[in-house]
């Protein structure tokens, strides 16, 4: 079974909304951590945000928070007022503690298009 | 800079042709890891190293092997590569224990396998 789930292969959204970018997870660890990267055409990949399983609040990095709802296991991206430059693929990752903390899941991406 | 460097950028080689893929980086990590990314997959893990001399297997180790004899350094050996592992490699590092520790990632190598 897929532990990343991200649903939405392709994202279009006009300059200036916010668009909201689904992962969902499997998991029976209690401790886990979410990341998120943004990968641009250039190839590089740029951590965006994390959010920790224990953590309370909703993560929130300038304009990127993320929805995390520990219940149904889901930790959606929020891009908020979007950009040309937010255009790119955005992947969710997952981070177990089992072995050490090692097992780094990667969702298949969701490909964010932002229309002028 | 922190930076993690990976060589070549870019490749082009035949089957069977031995190849190693280098990666350092400066700022002492415990912690490293290879991945490749395929269309539709996303990255996945092919080895981890969590110090010198200690290596394990990911989720798609077949085909490949790691060493990993100073700290900086964890290069990638295809000793027989194949046209199914064409793909783009990212090399990672992070620091130990700390569970919201980030990875950070190398440029990436393109591997075109004839």
């Known amino acids: 079974a897929q532990k990343i789930t991200q649903t939405q292969p392709g994202m279009f959204v006009q300059e200036k909304e916010a668009v909201t970018l689904d992962c969902t997870y499997d998991t029976s660890d209690q401790s886990y951590g979410l990341f998120w990267y943004k990968q641009p055409s250039s190839g590089e990949m740029i951590f965006l945000i994390y959010?920790?399983?224990?953590?309370?609040q909703n993560a929130t990095e300038g304009r990127y928070s993320l929805n995390f709802q520990k219940a149904r296991k889901s930790a959606n991206l929020v891009i908020s007022a979007s950009q040309l430059g937010d255009s790119a693929m955005y992947f969710c990752a997952m981070r177990e503690t089992d072995n050490y903390g090692q097992n780094f899941v990667f969702g298949p991406g969701t490909r964010l298009s932002v229309l002028p | 800079e922190a930076q993690v460097t990976q060589n070549p950028r870019y490749l082009i080689t035949v089957t069977g042709k031995k190849l190693t893929v280098t990666c350092s980086q400066n700022?002492?990590?415990?912690?490293m890891s290879w991945y490749r990314q395929d269309p539709g997959l996303g990255l996945r893990q092919i080895y981890y190293?969590?110090?010198?001399?200690?290596?394990d297997k990911g989720d798609v180790p077949e085909g490949y092997k790691v060493s990993r004899k100073e700290k900086r350094n964890f290069p990638l050996i295809l000793e027989s590569p194949s046209p199914n592992q064409t793909s783009l490699y990212f090399c990672?590092?992070?620091?130990?224990?700390?569970?919201?520790?980030?990875?950070?990632f190398g440029p990436g190598t393109r591997l075109l396998v004839l």
């Open positions: 700022m002492n990590h415990e912690y």
């Open positions: 990672a590092s992070r620091r130990g224990g700390v569970m919201g520790e980030t990875q950070y």
């Open positions: 190293s969590m110090n010198v001399e200690v290596t």
């Open positions: 959010q920790g399983s224990y953590d309370e």
